[in-house]
């Protein structure tokens, strides 16, 4: 999978060097690409951001960097590949697990990530009209410009792609993956400060053990996220749901 990544603050996603992902870049299971925005800015000091139109707080960035800068990185596609593009955006679409399972099937993403109070407008619809363009917001708060959001959805989603994760069984038992919570995880010693470690993980019944996470499972997110249930399981068992 390639991922292109357009910021002002390309320093940000050296963070993506470290660890599985790193590890995965170096092995070129995935190809990261971080681009400068203000390379594409060509005024003495290189600005990328002008007040609102129309009045108001804060900044906007222009629209001339960005369609420089998207338009360099289309410019590199492979053939028959058509990227999907990404404006990390607190006003796009909730990003779900489900979401990065869909992601993760594409050969190209192009995260776009704006600073201040967006980027203007003309730029989403420009590549809406080329290609396919989402925004996509990580949850209902607010960050001070897409970067962070970016490295959150790039870990989600390229996790998910082949060869990224060393054990794939790891990925199917996590909260999420079926729509629930994950249950609680133990290991040795079996006391510790006088805790016990559940007696029936150590029993080696693996029914029971499964039953028990299951349980587990279903009371957690009955506790923390309701929301995440379907009527069935707020009954009881752990079948299809929302999230599949
Ligand atoms: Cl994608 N961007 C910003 N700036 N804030 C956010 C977000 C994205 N998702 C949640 N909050």
Redesign the pocket.
């Known amino acids: 999978m390639r991922i292109d990544i357009v910021s002002i603050f390309p320093g940000y996603f050296d963070a993506l060097e470290l660890s599985l992902l790193g590890k995965a870049k170096q092995r070129g299971v995935i190809d990261v690409r971080v681009h400068e925005l203000r390379e594409h800015a060509h005024d003495k000091h290189r600005t990328v951001d002008d007040t609102p139109s129309g009045g108001g707080a804060g900044m906007v960035m222009k629209p001339e960097p960005w369609g420089e800068a998207l338009d360099s990185v289309l410019g590199t596609t492979e053939d028959g590949v058509e990227p999907l593009i990404i404006f990390?955006?607190?006003a796009?679409e909730v990003f779900t697990q489900r979401m990065a399972r869909e992601l993760a099937q594409e050969p190209h993403l192009v995260f776009g990530c704006?600073r201040y109070e967006g980027i203007d407008q003309r730029v989403f619809e420009e590549y809406a009209e080329r290609g396919r363009v989402r925004l996509?917001?990580?949850?209902?708060?607010?960050?001070?410009?897409?970067e962070v959001?970016t490295i959150a959805m790039v870990e989600a989603i390229a996790r998910l792609v082949p060869g990224v994760v060393g054990n794939p069984e790891s990925l199917v038992e996590e909260s999420h993956e079926d729509g629930l919570l994950e249950y609680p995880s133990y290991t040795k010693p079996a006391l510790w400060r006088g805790r016990a470690v559940p007696p029936v993980l150590l029993g080696g019944n693996h029914a029971a053990i499964a039953a028990w996470r299951t349980e587990q499972s279903i009371e957690r997110t009955r506790r923390v996220r309701p929301e995440l249930l379907t009527s069935e399981q707020r009954g009881e068992s752990r079948g299809r749901h929302a999230a599949d």
């Open positions: 990390p955006s607190p796009g704006g996509v917001s990580i949850g209902d708060y607010i960050l001070n410009g897409g959001a």
